[in-house]
Nanobody, 115 residues
Framework: QVQVVESGGGLVQPGGSLSLSCAASGSGVSPYAMGWYRQTPGNQRELVARMTFSGTTFYADFVKGRFTISRDNAKRTVYLQMNSLNSEDTAVYYC?????????WGQGTQVTVSS
């Protein structure tokens, strides 16, 4: 059974930084891609950033230049460094682990940007 465990998140002031991490375990193969989505009440979950096993990255326009995704394939861990946070970044952030034939989600971690 694949487990996806997130850590990080919390409360930060506008302009501040936070780092999220997500580790996948329980699979004998490496994920094709790992990434982060976010969701606010009443809205659909949206892609924030994603990175494939080969290192190809995708960023949503609203985080380009502020967020950086990285990945440790050996540890099956993905990180999201979030800088210059603003109130619109407040959301529950979910880790996504994509094995191509099936994907798994973390439980979500709250990020709140507020003074």
């Amino acid at each position: 059974q694949v487990q996806v465990v997130e850590s990080g998140g919390g409360l930060v002031q506008p302009g501040g930084s936070l780092s999220l991490s997500c580790a996948a375990s329980g699979s004998g193969v490496s994920p094709y891609a790992m990434g982060w989505y976010r969701q606010t009440p009443g809205n659909q979950r949206e892609l924030v950033a994603r990175m494939t096993f080969s290192g190809t990255t995708f960023y949503a326009d609203f985080v380009k230049g502020r967020f950086t995704i990285s990945r440790d394939n050996a540890k099956r861990t993905v990180y999201l460094q979030m800088n210059s946070l603003n109130s619109e970044d407040t959301a529950v952030y979910y880790c996504n682990v994509d094995f191509a034939i099936r994907e798994y989600w973390g439980q979500g971690t709250q990020v709140t940007v507020s003074s």
